[in-house]
């Protein structure tokens, strides 16, 4: 028998796209919606069918496998059967030769020998009897056969029906474009005009060119003045011409006796232009006074020097204690490693064991930076214009307001909402089984500079008139989150005002960079940021833990951020609004800028006569880090290769934004991933505090609390989505990421964050 086949998917999971399109379609839009709108349009068509048949493969290729073993299985039960029996052979049928009396009373011993074969069987070479008995149930799976056959002639049928669904909305869409060409084009307030252009005004308009011919040999009417009679003389002709060796006179003014020569004006011509003047003036330096030019000229070595200073005092100079450097006595800020390295003292952090599963990790450094987090407490909320400047900061305690107490605007008119992260210094070490995590303000040796950053206070809407990634607070229809549904607007599952999801890698990356070059889907560099920033602040490896307001006897932040927007049901949440977003951009805006978490109320219809809440969280004014949606990131890629195929999970980053992609090209591998789901137990960790796992087995309390998934049944790229939604409970987390998507990944609880790159 024929292996089954499943040819184009018939549907997936994350919505009803082919009834979007049809709302879509089934509007008077060849009366109301421009050309570009109709691109926009098929674009969008283009794409749901992309991510349908997509989104299905899986689903589509499961099914294949579990229908042909199936068969199969049914296919081996038959012929084990069939193997008991014997061929007609053609001509051969019951005998015509009587049989005698001897041969009748051998014909009597047969009733003995009948009973001995009934419990006998043929022998078949060196078979023997088998202890897997045919039995009533095999018969049973023999005989679905058909009904399996049928199943598959109706999927077929299904899919038969999808791919003329297909045609009829690319049909559609020709009518459209056939439409189309007969309109002209909105412009402004302009409207038809009811006074129409007859032949008689085209006849007039024929005239035109005669005219302007006539016109030519016209004089434009002046006042009162008319041709004069008075004819202009060749006399009079020359005498005109002369006056072009006179200069008019001007009063006070006369000759001058001094001629000015072709020499004068041939030192003129060699004076230097204006931008010649200007370039030696600007090798140039303005007088200072009580300064001059000093004989010893600074140059690009001196600079290099100073420069590198540091590096060449910890590499040429050791202490004569650990409080002085040769003679000189060092401040408190300073001391020296075991090398002799000058350290900067301001420096705070944690360390933890990885081979102890309590979450919890000790506090390192200059303690009293841990009261004042100096550089968690530069985080700033703010607006932020699509050039990257600062359009106005807002009040930490009041987002309604700004720094300077007028009232603020976040629905985008002002900029974008955004969290600016200052400029710091990060190092890791790895000493044994023991890992450590230092930030500073200032530059230390050792330490890597991390840039500044502009990350999204909200998941990321969409400005769908302007095709823009945003970070708003905004309910308008031009705002519209979810995949755009238009008739829920008037329903509790409304997307206004929410985030936009079921969009691949790819397109949020372009309709980010739509703001301008350094706008981008959050990148995986810009989240290690504010991942250990996290834990440093906190010290504890369970960021789910209860949120506690208060701080410890010694000054220190303690708890977590709660259990986020993780709590739902996956039956209910599909019932009600098939996975889309259900919190509004902003439902923790009462937070401002601190941490913790708001519990927002769901609505009625949500699940009937059965109140549910759910929890929003934030850190330092960004929404919902974990939780509510998966969060897709930029700059990362996982590399999964089935056993078949090597057996390899590897884990690839770049942070060059130009490189940025669904490709290999220009990303560097960092390290290997686990290849089963588990709660996380390492990270790759390493110089550069990868946060992504090397090992799991933990769980919802211990070691990293955050659940890592994965799928090594196909080999391919996989995008890394982080967080969690809202039906993953105590598996979400800061550092919860799956691998098993691909990179064109779109879904319906799968969206992104804004960021702009320094």
Not at 72 to 92: C, F, P, R, Y
Not at 148 to 155: H, Q
Request: charged share 25%; proline share 2%.
């Amino acid at each position: 028998m024929e292996k089954f086949k499943i040819g184009i998917p018939p549907h997936n999971q994350g919505g009803d796209t082919l009834r979007d399109i049809a709302v879509k379609l089934n509007g008077n839009l060849s009366e109301t919606a421009s050309k570009e709108e109709v691109t926009e349009l098929q674009k969008e068509v283009t794409e749901s069918i992309s991510n349908l048949e997509k989104d299905t493969d899986k689903k589509l290729n499961d099914l294949e496998t579990s229908v042909n073993n199936s068969i199969s299985d049914l296919e081996q039960s038959t012929q084990e059967k069939l193997n008991t029996k014997v061929d007609k052979i053609e001509g051969k049928g019951l005998s015509t030769n009587d049989y005698t009396n001897q041969e009748k009373e051998q014909v009597a011993k047969i009733s003995n020998i009948e009973t001995t074969l009934a419990n006998k069987v043929d022998k078949d070479g060196d078979k023997v009897l088998s202890d897997n008995n045919f039995s009533d149930e095999d018969k049973t799976n023999v005989n679905k056969i058909p009904t399996i056959e049928s199943d598959i002639t109706t999927i077929e049928g299904n899919i038969s029906t999808i791919e003329g669904n297909i045609d009829t909305i690319n049909e559609n869409i020709s009518t459209i474009n056939t439409e189309l060409d007969t309109k002209v084009d909105k412009d402004g307030s302009k409207v038809l005009s009811d006074n129409n252009y007859t032949t008689a005004e085209k006849e007039q308009v024929a005239k035109i060119a005669t005219i302007e011919s006539d016109l030519e040999t016209k004089v434009d009417k002046d006042g009162s003045k008319v041709l004069s009679d008075n004819n202009y003389t060749t006399a009079e002709k020359n005498l005109v011409a002369t006056i072009s060796n006179k200069v008019d006179k001007i009063d006070g003014k006369s000759l001058s006796t001094n001629d000015f020569t072709n020499d004068l004006k041939t030192k003129l011509d060699e004076l230097d232009t204006n931008a010649e003047l200007t370039t030696k003036l600007g090798n140039k330096v303005d007088k200072v006074e009580g300064k001059s030019l000093s004989t010893n000229d600074f140059s690009n070595n001196y600079k290099s020097m100073l420069d590198n200073i540091e590096d060449t005092v910890n590499d040429n100079l050791r202490p004569a204690t650990e409080s002085t450097l040769g003679a000189v006595k060092l401040s408190s800020d300073f001391s020296f490693n075991s090398e002799g390295e000058i350290y900067l003292n301001k420096v705070y952090g944690i360390e933890w064991d990885t081979t102890v599963s309590d979450p919890t990790c000790t506090r390192i450094g200059d303690m009293s930076l841990h009261k004042s987090l100096p550089i968690q407490s530069k985080m700033k909320a703010c607006l932020l214009n699509d050039d990257g400047s600062v359009n106005y900061y807002l009040n930490p305690n009041d987002w309604s307001k700004k720094i300077t107490g007028e009232v603020s605007n976040l629905d985008g008119t002002d900029g974008q909402v955004m969290i600016e992260i200052p400029e710091h210094y990060r190092k890791f070490e790895e000493d044994g089984n023991i890992r450590r995590c230092y930030l500073s303000e200032g530059k230390c040796t050792g330490f890597t500079k991390v840039p500044k950053v502009y990350v999204g206070a909200y998941e990321a809407a969409l400005d769908r008139t302007n095709n823009k990634l945003a970070s708003v607070c905004n309910e308008t229809e031009q705002y519209r989150g979810g995949n755009n549904q238009v008739d829920w607007d008037t329903l509790s599952k409304s997307q206004l005002g929410k985030c936009a999801t079921y969009m691949t890698r790819a397109t949020m990356r372009t309709r980010a960079r739509n703001r301008g070059d350094n706008w981008n889907e959050m990148d995986y560099e810009s989240w290690k940021t504010v991942f250990w920033l996290y834990y440093v602040e906190y010290a504890n490896r369970n960021c789910q833990a209860a949120v506690n307001s208060e701080l410890t006897a010694e000054g220190y932040k303690q708890g977590g951020l709660g259990n986020g927007a993780t709590t739902l049901t996956s039956a209910d949440w599909s019932a009600y609004n098939s996975y889309y977003p259900m919190l509004k951009c902003g439902a923790s805006n009462s937070l401002a800028s601190g941490s913790g978490e708001v519990i927002v109320n769901l609505p009625d219809d949500y699940k009937v006569d059965t109140p549910t809440t759910l929890a929003c969280c934030r850190y330092r004014g960004i929404e919902n880090p974990f939780g509510h949606i998966w969060t897709n990131v930029e700059g990362a890629i996982f590399d999964i290769k089935t056993d078949a195929d090597g057996g390899t999970s590897e884990f690839y980053t770049t942070s060059d934004k130009t490189k940025f992609g669904d490709t290999l090209e220009g990303f560097t591998k960092v390290g290997d991933v686990p290849r089963k789901d588990g709660y996380v137990t390492k990270l790759i960790f390493g110089e550069n505090g990868e946060f992504a796992p090397s090992d799991n087995g933990g769980g919802s309390t211990t070691y990293w609390c955050d659940y890592f998934y994965t799928s090594i049944s196909s080999s391919s790229l996989r995008t890394l989505l982080l967080g969690g939604s809202c039906r993953y409970g105590a598996l979400s987390g800061f550092g919860s990421c799956t691998s098993s998507y691909g990179v064109s990944t779109a879904d319906a609880d799968v969206g992104g964050r804004l960021c702009y790159l320094i």
